[in-house]
């Protein structure tokens, strides 16, 4: 459905000095599917986005849109591409002067559409987003939640085939945000509309997407299926964002500042486990306690579920009582294939 080829953004700044906002970018989404492109505060996202419209024409590089190359269409071919490509935004860029209905019919406004035809379309439209009694009311009038869904509608409007978000969430509460997602996923499933969300919240990626782009300073830096994305970063800034989701982290800031939870003894060490899929069901901590004779103390946990698949992490304090039963313990979990790093270690101190 979306095909960029190549694509870079140069802006130019007060100094006349250039800036890469989106360098050399490949990347492709297929028809259906939820693509998250996530990225700390500059890292080009919201540019790379803006570009799939063209609302920011790229420097170099091709844009194709169902098959079709829009980079090179003329402005009137353009225009009407475009009315397949809705977006909503962060601050709703709703008409204060117009009621909701107004304001989703506006889009609607060149269609030749009579008007009953016009108002069975908005008010389907707010139906569909759980909005219609709100229909002659002024956005002034509603909750955060409430204008988004009302931007939502008015993005559906023109019937697209794409829907862009561009951090459609980040003004809303983590309820709203919530009820937002599965909105989304409920548009995404009964209309089979692509959507591509802009986010620097990895909660909104995890509850919502197939698959996921990073982008850092102006570059796509890893891509991947979600599940996969999360259970095995390959890139440092990956890794840093999935740690803001999770309290597992917190485990390297209390050893520097050598926190008393971190305190261990002789023949103990701190051991953060990563598990996934079959492995967290399993009764792992009771089965290596006994096999090994070895206490585990679980300072930290987490389990969640990413795409439909589980996910689970532990920071634990392992103590052997009798040498070697850390090592034979950890040696079993790696053949298990779960992911073992020893954070603090004080199995060889005198």
């Known amino acids: 459905m979306i095909v960029l080829e190549n694509v870079s953004k140069i802006f130019k700044t007060e100094k006349n000095k250039q800036l890469n906002a989106v360098n050399n970018v490949s990347l492709k989404i297929e028809k259906g599917e939820i693509y998250g492109i996530i990225g700390f505060s ?113 993005a559906l409007a023109n019937d697209p085939q794409i829907l862009l978000c561009d951090e459609a969430t980040s003004a809303l509460d983590p309820q709203t945000t919530s009820s937002i997602l599965k909105l989304l996923k409920k548009l995404n499933e009964n209309l089979g509309i692509t959507i591509v969300v802009i986010t620097h919240e990895m909660n909104v990626v995890k509850e919502l997407c197939h698959r996921v782009a990073v982008m850092n300073k102006g570059n796509l830096i890893e891509e991947g299926d979600i599940f996969e994305v999360f259970s095995h970063p390959k890139n440092k800034i990956t890794q840093d964002f999935i740690d803001t989701t999770s309290n597992l982290s917190k485990i390297y800031t209390l050893v520097e500042e050598k926190d008393n939870i971190t305190k261990i003894k002789a023949g103990e060490c701190i051991v953060r486990l990563k598990y996934k899929k079959e492995s967290v069901g399993e009764a792992l901590v009771s089965y290596v306690s006994r096999k090994f004779n070895v206490d585990l103390n679980i300072i930290f946990g987490n389990v969640e579920i990413i795409d439909d698949s589980l996910l689970g992490g532990l920071v634990v304090i392992m103590h052997e009582k009798e040498k070697g039963g850390i090592t034979n313990t950890l040696n079993f979990l790696h053949e298990q294939k779960i992911d073992v790093e020893v954070i603090s270690d004080a199995r060889y101190d005198e």
């Not at 080009?44 to 170099?60: A, F, Y």
């Not at 035809?117 to 987003?129: G, H, N, T």
């Not at 009694?133 to 002024?138: F, H, L, S």
Request: charged share 30%; glycine share 8%.
């Open 42 to 154: 500059g890292a080009g996202k919201s540019t790379l986005v803006r570009c799939i419209n063209l609302l920011e024409r790229p420097t170099s590089g091709k844009v194709y849109i169902d098959g079709e190359e829009i980079t090179a269409l003329k402005p009137r071919e353009l225009r009407q591409k475009r009315k397949k490509i809705g977006m909503i935004f962060q601050q709703f860029n709703l008409f204060a002067s117009r009621t909701v209905f107004k304001n989703v019919a506006y889009p609607l406004r060149y269609r030749g559409l009579s008007k009953d035809e016009i108002e069975k379309k908005v008010m389907s439209l707010l139906e569909l987003v759980d909005i219609k009694e709100k229909a002659y009311v002024y956005p002034s009038q509603l909750s955060g939640g409430q204008k988004q869904r009302v931007a939502i509608a008015r």
